[in-house]
């Protein structure tokens, strides 16, 4: 049976992809930081372990709690967007958006990448079209981009470590969708975004070069 595992699944994009992957015959492994959600999860028929990605405590206990496993998909959803407004950040937002969506992730891959390369299957987080230096056409959201870029710089520095073991790398901007980041205006549901991605990494060739997708496949420029 293959394996997905599933960092940040409480709600959103994270919870859908546990439920369709739940719904396809897969054994999912799940995190999430509230106990009441890993229960919520668990009812689902997950695999459950509560995490909180800023405690690297937590972390270190989650690589030993996940020893030995074969990972054919890990996907590393929890992320945060941080001060809606733009200028002058406070040391407290940089904080909160740096550590989550990208320190979390320079303590995680490491982890991750190993179980990966034992399944030779695919690591993917989910970035932004945002986050791209070449494709960025205006500022706004300039905390979260920012935070976005660094986090594929640590994706492209995992797929030159790992890449050559087994260990196809993708970064992806899951498309503008209605959760509580997005907004009930945005383009698409959690239910299309995470059926597009998981599509897309089924489909996707084994390769040791890092890929930065979006959700349906279609590639963005880094």
Known sequence: MATALIIGASRGIGH???RQYLADGWRVIATARKAQDCDALEAMGADTHELDVNNVEAVAALGWKLDGEHLDVAILNAGVY????DGFPTQGDFD???HTNVL???RLLPILAPLVSLARGKLAVLSSRMGSLSERSHASGSLYRASKAALN?????TALLYG???VTCVAFHPGWVRTEMGGAGADISAEESAAGMRATLARLPASDKPAYL???GSPIAW
């Not at 710089?153 to 520095?157: K, M, P």
């Open 164 to 166: 050559g073991k087994g």
């Open 16 to 18: 859908e992809l546990v």
């Open 96 to 98: 909160q958006v740096m």
């Open 214 to 216: 979006n959700y349906d």
């Open 104 to 106: 979390a992730a320079m």
């Open 82 to 85: 941080g001060p809606r407004h």
């Open 153 to 157: 710089s640590v994706l492209i520095d």
